[in-house]
């Protein structure tokens, strides 16, 4: 969107800006430009960036505390199985 917004710019000085040119439809794109939005495009990729590295911590915790249990159950098991 910026490099759009650029590339925009750079045509409405190369037909406004030269004074070559008697447009009557300046005004118009005028307030088109004014009326531009930005959008927080890092800001919005740095939050979706933090809650995807929490969702993926959250899965990598439950991942070790799964296999902690599962590794302790088995060990349990073999140790009730051949202590006797």
Same mark, same amino acid.
């Given at each position: 969107?910026?490099?759009? +917004?650029?590339?925009?710019?750079?045509?409405?000085?190369?037909?406004?800006?030269?004074? @070559?040119?008697?447009?009557? *439809? +300046?005004?118009?794109?005028?307030?088109? =430009?004014? @009326?531009?939005?930005?959008?927080?495009? @890092?800001?919005? %990729?740095?939050?979706?960036?933090?809650?995807?590295?929490? %969702?993926? +911590? %959250? *899965?990598? =915790?439950?991942?070790?505390? =799964?296999?902690?249990? =599962?590794?302790?159950?088995?060990?349990?098991?073999?140790?009730? *199985?051949?202590? %006797?």
């Amino acid at each position: 969107e910026i490099y759009y +917004k650029n590339i925009y710019e750079q045509h409405y000085f190369s037909i406004y800006k030269t004074g @070559k040119h008697n447009i009557y *439809l +300046k005004t118009f794109v005028d307030a088109s =430009l004014e @009326k531009w939005t930005n959008y927080p495009i @890092k800001e919005t %990729s740095e939050i979706v960036g933090y809650f995807q590295n929490r %969702s993926n +911590k %959250s *899965l990598e =915790l439950s991942v070790v505390m =799964l296999a902690a249990i =599962l590794g302790g159950a088995i060990g349990a098991f073999i140790t009730v *199985l051949f202590g %006797s």
